[in-house]
């Protein structure tokens, strides 16, 4: 028992290892530091360790060097896993090791085909999209491998999971949108809108004119809107369910307040253009708020 609950421990801090590697992703996008080692990798400019480095250079190299440790972390608990004769948890580390070389997999793409700093073609974004995809992936499968471990919380009862799953595919759909649309802010800066002049900035991101990523921008706020209310209320409908299950209605509380607080945030990000703080911040909340949805699923049904 004290096995399990110390893996469980383990794998929770690597998924908040996880979330500070995505959100250092973020920083490389918005620092314009992408090409920091060039079009090589996974050498650096042609070198193992890069020689009178930039800071762009080494913000990029620092962000491989952190992503290449969640491969060493993830080969690390399929061999604990297997010591620890749980077929479950092993087939959950494996899965963790399996999106983490997909990562690596979309990075290396990134860079080898230069989708990286000033690039606004269609392929980046769609890698863009794939990229965050694999992400929410690689985040639930670390989750499912902490809580096969040791579960958090043992519901009183099982409910229906459809709609809740439904909701999850919807919210992997927006940060996918998000994802395209943080890129068209980082390559098209906003201005704020503080002077009410809202409306009319949508009005002509809309224009032919205007590149597609601009155009493609407006679609992340309504479908955020959307899946943050659906969320919302398939959540509250299945917590008044565990009426008499204190556990279970905490723990079904905080997709409800992350997914609030997601929306201000994006209302923030739109508002005052979208800057670097406000859009890692943006995309911890979203993170947050997908580890709570992946928690609260596991528990509503059986283990």
Not at 3 to 22: G, K, P
Request: glycine content about 8%; aromatic content about 10%; hydrophobic content about 55%.
């Amino acid at each position: 028992m004290k096995q399990r609950s110390a893996f469980s421990r383990l794998a929770w801090w690597f998924a908040a290892y996880l979330i500070a590697v995505i959100l250092f992703g973020a920083w490389v996008r918005i620092a314009g530091a992408g090409a920091g080692c060039g079009n090589h990798w996974p050498l650096c400019n042609g070198d193992v360790l890069p020689t009178a480095p930039q800071t762009k250079t080494i913000i990029e190299f620092t962000h491989r060097v952190t992503s290449a440790l969640c491969g060493i972390f993830g080969i690390g608990f399929i061999a604990a896993a297997w010591r620890m004769g749980d077929r479950g948890v092993l087939r959950a580390a494996l899965w963790t090791m399996f999106f983490i070389l997909v990562e690596g997999f979309v990075g290396a793409v990134l860079v080898k085909k230069e989708l990286v700093v000033n690039d606004a073609s269609v392929s980046r974004a769609i890698v863009i999209g794939l990229h965050l995809a694999n992400t929410l992936a690689l985040m639930a499968a670390a989750t499912l491998m902490a809580w096969r471990a040791a579960p958090l919380v043992v519901a009183s009862k099982h409910v229906a999971r459809g709609l809740f799953l439904a909701a999850m595919g919807i919210l992997v759909l927006t940060n996918m949108t998000g994802a395209v649309t943080a890129l068209g802010d980082t390559l098209f800066p906003l201005r704020p809108t503080l002077d009410g002049s809202l409306l009319a900035k949508v009005r002509e991101d809309l224009t032919t004119g205007q590149h597609f990523l601009v155009r493609l921008r407006v679609i992340h706020p309504f479908v955020a809107v959307f899946c943050a209310a659906f969320l919302s209320g398939v959540t509250a409908s299945i917590r008044r369910g565990y009426a008499a299950d204190a556990a279970m209605r905490r723990l079904l509380h905080w997709p409800l307040m992350l997914a609030g607080v997601q929306v201000l945030l994006g209302a923030l990000n739109v508002v005052f253009a979208a800057p670097g703080v406000l859009q890692i911040g943006h995309l911890l909340v979203a993170q947050l708020l997908w580890v709570s949805c992946c928690v609260s699923y596991l528990a509503m049904g059986r283990r």
